[in-house]
């Protein structure tokens, strides 16, 4: 179960609730977190005790916008539906928006059951790993989807050093890069100035078309850091995303008939 304390799980589903309230498109929004949570339309009906089609209208707009207590029993659902599960959606977030990021720079984000090796993880996203190999042996126990735009753009060298402080010994998933040299630049400057070390275990980056695309730069950060790098031959985000959404669930159908 999850191991959120009453405060944390008040300040997830306001953070929720409070893009929802403000979006232009509160439907599409209220889509995006289903989705985030990973639970289909029927399960959160059922749980809510309404039909489907419900769900449906308020997500396509067919529904006027939802009202506040609306708003809120659909994320309290969320939010209950993933700790029966035992969490792992929820645990990861609170990791992140606890430190004052913005959620629209989150793509997904997820808690492992249990330790998973990095070169598993990178070997089913279609990896070539471009620094560090010898490290992908250390486990890592979830990942964070990161739209590396919004991030770059957005976050303070504070704020960046607090995301990369969320996500020690798991893997950090950069999305839209065009070369990595911004990317890897950002880890290397939000560094400085701490004695700490808030790095992920494992990065991951997705947008060249091709290794070669990848600056030099960035790779030589990557060995002086220690942070093992790979680029992903994924070449959409959506089919990205897709792919770390399925990847539990592979694994342990793996394990469990091997």
């Known amino acids: ?25 509160p439907g599409k929004v209220m889509r995006k977190w289903r989705e985030k949570f990973q639970i289909p339309q029927k399960d959160l009906a059922e749980y809510l005790g309404i039909s489907p089609s419900v769900i449906s209208d308020y997500e396509s707009g067919r ?32 990791r992140i928006l606890t430190r004052e990021i913005p959620s629209d720079i989150i793509l997904d984000i997820r808690e492992f059951p249990y330790a998973i090796k990095s070169e598993v993880l990178c070997e089913y996203l279609e990896c ?9 042996s250390q486990p890592i126990y979830g990942y ?20 990369y402080g969320a ?11 065009v070369s990595g040299r911004a990317s890897m630049v950002a880890i290397k400057t939000s560094q400085m100035g701490t004695t700490r070390s808030l790095k992920p275990s494992l990065l991951i980056i997705q947008g060249p078309k091709k290794v070669n ?30 792919a770390l959404r399925s990847f539990m669930s592979k694994e342990i159908a793996t394990i469990t008939t091997s």
């Open 1 to 25: 179960m999850s191991s959120l304390t009453d405060e944390s799980k008040k300040s997830l589903c306001q953070s929720i609730a409070g893009e929802i309230a403000l979006s232009d498109d």
């Open 63 to 94: 529904r006027v916008s939802p009202r506040i207590d609306t708003m809120r029993k659909f994320v309290e659902a969320i939010v209950s539906i993933d700790e029966i599960k035992g969490g792992q959606i929820v645990n990861g977030l609170t």
């Open 128 to 136: 070539e790993v471009l620094a560090n190999s010898e490290m992908l």
């Open 144 to 163: 964070t989807a990161i739209d590396v735009i919004n991030a770059i753009v957005k976050l303070s060298s504070d704020q960046l050093l607090k995301l």
């Open 167 to 177: 996500t020690p010994q798991r893997a950090a998933i950069f999305t839209n890069v």
């Open 213 to 242: 695309q990848v600056d030099p730069l960035a790779i030589k950060i990557a060995e002086v850091e220690r942070i093992p790098l790979a680029f992903t031959k994924i070449e959409s985000v959506d089919s990205l995303i897709k």
